[in-house]
């Protein structure tokens, strides 16, 4: 059992928890993800780690109560317990395995789109800890659905704002505030963008014509975290890949993003699984997989 020792709703319907696990608290590096389950019967539900603190040992989720299971978390308080918090799953972000005087030397900046800021944080928070200075732009709604300003201004190396209806800081989407930093002058070695699909295969876009490499974390339907269910089968590069075994980093210009928001979608209904593992044959799966997960 997982205790829940804070809660907080940081924008409308976007709640933050401390979640009491040191086993994981103990192991995870950012860009990795959790999988929650609030009872024995609940659904499984993958969620990017915040932050986490292996002194306290918890671990900060954040998420946004649209579907029935997050409406139903959103009502747990302080002192309650999930059944199942399993974790870390996932790939660390990779830049957690590279040089860090290299690191130092490059100009990064990553760009957060809506509850995408939660899992851009960290990585952010471990920069800035290992003395990298990078940039970061965040997209969202309005000033009133913006979450983790405090936060991230303290670890930032400089913040950009972009409201779509202009209530905070830059007047328009992410694409445009970078565009807009690069015809400034601003040249930078590294793009990180996590957020919607399309805002990533518009970022990635965008920096392929000034030949930045670009890394995005991909969010697609995830079930078992184990790549066994077939659910977060993506395609990069030609090559098949499954987000939540293989990811959920990767070169924003090899992904086919067209190829995972027609995933997204069909994967959703019984009848677009039958049709996509019809298409996709023995690569629906990870090789040796007769689980059954799209059923």
């Not at 007047?171 to 565009?179: A, D, E, I, M």
Request: glycine share 10%; with cysteine.
């Amino acid at each position: 059992m997982f205790k829940i020792v804070q809660k907080r709703e940081i924008a409308p319907l976007i709640y933050l928890m401390d979640i009491e696990a040191p086993r994981v608290a103990k192991s995870a590096y950012p860009g990795q993800f959790i999988i929650v389950r609030m009872d024995e019967k609940g659904e499984r539900i993958p969620l990017t780690i915040c932050d986490y603190d292996a002194e306290k040992g918890t671990v900060t989720i954040v998420f946004q109560a649209v579907g029935e299971s997050t409406k139903v978390m959103a009502q747990y308080e302080v002192g309650e317990y999930f059944a199942d918090f399993a974790g870390p799953l996932g790939q660390p972000s990779e830049f957690v395995h590279e040089d860090l005087e290299a690191l130092k030397k490059q100009k990064i900046v990553f760009v957060a789109g809506g509850v995408g800021a939660a899992p851009v944080y960290p990585q952010v928070k471990w920069c800035h800890e290992n003395g990298i200075k990078a940039d970061v732009i965040v997209g969202t709604r309005s000033k009133e659905t913006l979450i983790l300003e405090e936060e991230m201004r303290k670890v930032a190396g400089n913040l950009y704002i972009c409201t779509d209806d202009g209530s905070y800081g830059f007047k328009g989407l992410v694409t445009s505030q970078l565009q807009q930093l690069i015809d400034n002058g601003e040249k930078y070695d590294h793009v990180i963008a996590i957020g919607p699909m399309i805002m990533m295969k518009f970022v990635a876009k965008l920096t392929k014509e000034y030949g930045i490499k670009t890394t995005v974390s991909l969010n697609p339907i995830m079930v078992d975290g184990t790549g066994m269910c077939g659910a977060c089968r993506v395609t990069v590069g030609n090559e098949v890949k499954f987000a939540c075994v293989d990811g959920p980093e990767f070169d924003g210009h090899l992904v086919d993003f067209d190829e995972s928001m027609r995933r997204q979608t069909m994967y959703k209904t019984e009848e677009g699984r039958k049709v996509l593992k019809a298409e996709e044959g023995d690569t629906h799966h990870r090789p040796g997989c007769d689980c059954g997960g799209d059923k």
